[in-house]
């Protein structure tokens, strides 16, 4: 049961990582985005939360969690690099390929890779005595390369933008919390009513700092990595270990646990799914969130069509 719990898990994120592509601009940003804005956070922590310590086995799960993801970002990557290829030629694919940047979604499997790659480290520092400054990695880097360039008025520059865009820092503490919690080494247990009265007002503290980030930056206003969205989700994090922990908790829902099953697809696939129905004119009267609805059902259809046509070749 467990484990249909994460899948609705994942399906809650994703749905909230398609509402969050296609969230309208402006003031929508400020007030919607705190409702969401714990999609990847979710899909990150559950990653940590499943992540056991392997002891000295490492090569075997680095293999087991590499591959899963690996073709999957190579394949993507030629797909979304392809009008770059035909501008720049082959090596715009190779620059995509280190950098992550033939798409906003390929980021985050980068970031993910990078958290399997330094689990055994994680862990390491997670048990020591040591621990508390993990939580500091990711708000001290969102205080250094996001607030002072702003607040400062200084611009930031291309290696320290190269540094923020591609490495896992900002998303640090999803990984640990999902870590600590996962191996028992955090302990602690809330009460779930505190827990979702303290994550309302977070909201509307997210709220708040929205609109500051407005008045200031209007594109960053509703990011999923400023010091409120943090304390947001780390809190939602707590909701859904709370959650997965209450076994009078017991959800049955097909819809979800296939939309969970098919998560990591839809996430791959929905962008290039925004892409092609750009291009319909009566698309961009469908007003949101019913284009996130429209998005999201194609998306797992062709998931779907996917898994069946891999079945069909494995029985030939």
């Given amino acids: 049961m467990k484990n249909q719990k994460i899948q609705i898990f994942r399906a809650m994120a994703i749905i909230a990582v398609v509402m969050i592509h296609t969230t309208p601009p402006g003031e929508w940003q400020i007030f919607c985005k705190p409702f969401i804005n714990f999609a990847v956070a979710t899909f990150i922590f559950l990653s940590g939360y499943l992540t056991k310590d392997q002891g000295e086995d490492w090569k075997a799960f680095y293999l087991r969690r590499i591959k899963r993801v690996a073709l999957a970002y190579l394949i993507w990557s030629i797909l979304y690099s392809i009008p770059d290829m035909i501008a720049s030629g082959p090596v715009a694919l190779v620059k995509n390929l280190l950098t992550a940047n033939a798409n906003v ?26 621990r508390h400054l993990g939580w500091l990695i990711a708000p001290v880097s969102v205080l ?97 270990q709370s959650l997965m922990q209450k076994t009078e908790w017991q959800p049955r829902s097909r819809l979800m646990v296939l939309i969970g099953d098919n998560s990591f697809g839809i996430y791959l696939s929905h962008l290039m799914v925004m892409g092609l129905l750009a291009y319909l004119p009566a698309y961009s009267f469908i007003p949101f969130p019913l284009n996130s609805l429209l998005i999201l059902t194609i998306s797992l259809l062709l998931c779907m069509a996917g898994t069946q046509v891999r079945r069909l070749f494995k029985r030939c």
Avoid: H
């Fill in 105 to 130: 979604s390929l980021y985050y499997i980068f970031v993910y890779i990078q958290f399997v790659l330094l689990t055994p480290w994680i862990i390491r520092l997670a048990r020591s005595r040591y």
């Fill in 144 to 240: 250094i390369f996001k607030y002072y360039g702003l607040l400062a008025g200084v611009e930031m520059s291309k290696y320290a933008s190269l540094i923020w865009s591609d490495l896992c820092l900002g998303w640090f503490t999803f990984y640990y919390l999902g870590i600590m919690l996962g191996n028992g080494i955090m302990k602690r247990s809330y009460d779930l009513r505190v827990l979702c009265v303290v994550y309302v007002v977070s909201l509307l503290v997210q709220m708040g700092e929205g609109y500051l980030w407005f008045l200031l930056d209007p594109v960053q206003c509703g990011s999923q990595l400023k010091l409120s969205s943090l304390l947001s989700s780390s809190i939602f994090m707590l909701i859904l």
